[in-house]
């Protein structure tokens, strides 16, 4: 079972089109991070939301954390094909030491 | 800074053979982690240390062993390889003072 559930799997949409990705859970998390992770290659940190209802924006991109800090949202404007990749969410545990991954977002922008 | 390196790259073992993936960190971080990513998945948490000699489960640590006798190196052994630990394994550390984790460029392993 996945202790963070993440919709959609997968998601392929034109250059300029507007998108949304859901990261659930039915536990309360410290933190909730979001990575991008390109083939090949480990994850890379985008963003690290802490407070309930905080919402943050990395220029096109734009990060919530659920009220109850058990879920976040990740909205993307105007995608570009440089934003093609495997979009992670995690959630950090109440003890602070350990992250529990969700299963992943594969987002395809084409041109 | 080096960041956070791995050792192999790519590694083909055999059933029942045992290995060991090696990860250094040269952050000085106090945290570090060794994940499982099979394809088309998130990651999955195998072993985690908050500090040299300090060592702990995460989601799926069986067929596994870590150890932490430095800050800089948290390796992980296989002692007997089977075909479900087929995957790419990321090691990864973070400060006490922060919640950002550095990754490797991880470990693809194949067990035939």
């Known amino acids: 079972t996945q202790l963070l559930e993440q919709s959609p799997q997968f998601l392929s949409i034109q250059e300029g089109e507007n998108l949304t990705v859901y990261c659930n859970s039915s536990s309360v998390f410290s933190s909730l991070q979001w990575y991008r992770q390109e083939p090949g290659e480990g994850p890379v940190l985008l963003v690290t939301?802490?407070?309930?209802?905080e919402v943050k924006k990395l220029k096109r991109l734009t990060f919530q954390f659920g009220d109850a800090r058990k879920d976040s949202s990740l909205h993307i404007t105007a995608a570009q094909p440089g934003d093609t990749g495997l979009y992670l969410c995690a959630g950090e545990s109440s003890n602070f030491n350990k992250f529990y991954f969700g299963s992943g977002t594969k987002l395809n922008v084409k041109p | 800074n080096a960041g956070v390196t791995q050792t192999p790259k790519f590694r083909i073992l055999k059933i029942g053979q045992s290995m060991t993936l090696q990860c250094t960190q040269d952050?000085?971080?106090?945290?570090m982690y060794w994940y499982r990513q099979d394809p088309g998945m998130g990651l999955k948490l195998i072993y985690y240390s908050v500090g040299a000699g300090i060592t702990d489960k995460g989601e799926v640590p069986n067929g596994y062993n870590v150890s932490r006798s430095t800050t800089e190196d948290f390796p992980l052994r296989l002692e007997l390889a089977a075909p479900s630990q087929t995957s790419v394994y990321f090691c990864?550390?973070?400060?006490?003072?922060?919640?950002?984790?550095?990754f490797g460029p991880g470990t693809r392993l194949t067990v035939l």
């Open positions: 952050m000085n971080h106090n945290y």
């Open positions: 990864a550390s973070r400060s006490q003072f922060g919640n950002e984790q550095f």
């Open positions: 939301v802490v407070t309930g209802g």
